[in-house]
């Protein structure tokens, strides 16, 4: 299906021809692939910009269908964890970028309060990718340390000495204020 096809009745047409070619399997107003080689195999055919496209869009929508804090609390990881994989190929608006930053840190804090690092400290290294050169200097300071604080600590809790002293050396290098240093 083509950007052009990309009408309903296209989509639906182009729906039934794969589950009539045994595909895609139809139930209550669903599709899904009828095995998971076959979604494997189309997800592999697809370029590394059309998944960044697929992985944004997924986790645009999944975040704008959130309507309370208490499903934004059960869904934000599979939100980042689908915009993380698509950092490269979908995030290139500059506030969208500090929104991504900001939901990393959240997925980060929640992941380390159940006690995984680990994801924790993937979730803080993608929140400052997300981050502008100037991140020091300008109106995201708080964000940056947070982000900065939040690696020291899953990395000091890893036992990861290397990264907790690069952290550790952002902060005390870029802190503006004496209380953020210590």
């Given at each position: 299906?083509?950007p052009?096809e990309?009408?309903d009745?296209?989509?639906?047409?182009?729906?039934?021809?794969?589950?009539?070619?045994?595909?895609?399997d139809?139930?209550?107003?669903?599709?899904k692939?009828a095995?998971?080689i076959?979604?494997q195999?189309?997800?592999?055919?697809?370029?590394?910009?059309e998944?960044?496209?697929?992985?944004?869009?997924?986790?645009?929508?999944?975040m704008s269908s959130?309507?309370t804090e208490?499903?934004?609390?059960?869904?934000?990881f599979?939100?980042?964890?689908?915009?993380?994989?698509?950092?490269?190929?979908?995030?290139?608006d500059?506030?969208?970028n500090?929104s991504?930053?900001?939901?990393n840190?959240?997925?980060g804090?929640?992941?380390?309060?159940?006690?995984?690092?680990?994801?924790?400290?993937?979730?803080v290294?993608?929140g400052?990718?997300?981050?502008?050169?100037?991140?020091?200097?300008s109106?995201?300071?708080?964000l940056?340390l947070?982000?900065?604080?939040?690696?020291?600590?899953?990395?000091?809790v890893?036992?990861?000495?290397?990264n907790?002293?690069?952290?550790?050396?952002e902060i005390?290098e870029?802190a503006?204020?004496?209380?953020?240093k210590?």
């Amino acid at each position: 299906c083509t950007p052009s096809e990309n009408s309903d009745d296209a989509i639906t047409a182009f729906l039934e021809q794969a589950r009539e070619e045994h595909i895609l399997d139809h139930n209550d107003q669903m599709y899904k692939f009828a095995h998971d080689i076959l979604q494997q195999s189309a997800y592999d055919l697809m370029s590394p910009d059309e998944k960044g496209a697929y992985h944004f869009n997924i986790g645009l929508r999944l975040m704008s269908s959130i309507s309370t804090e208490a499903s934004f609390d059960a869904l934000i990881f599979t939100v980042i964890d689908q915009i993380n994989n698509a950092k490269r190929y979908g995030v290139t608006d500059a506030s969208m970028n500090i929104s991504c930053a900001k939901l990393n840190l959240q997925a980060g804090k929640r992941s380390m309060e159940v006690s995984d690092f680990v994801s924790a400290w993937q979730y803080v290294v993608y929140g400052i990718s997300f981050l502008p050169e100037a991140k020091w200097e300008s109106s995201i300071y708080e964000l940056t340390l947070s982000l900065h604080e939040a690696g020291a600590l899953a990395c000091f809790v890893n036992v990861d000495s290397t990264n907790l002293q690069i952290n550790l050396g952002e902060i005390f290098e870029n802190a503006v204020r004496f209380e953020d240093k210590i």
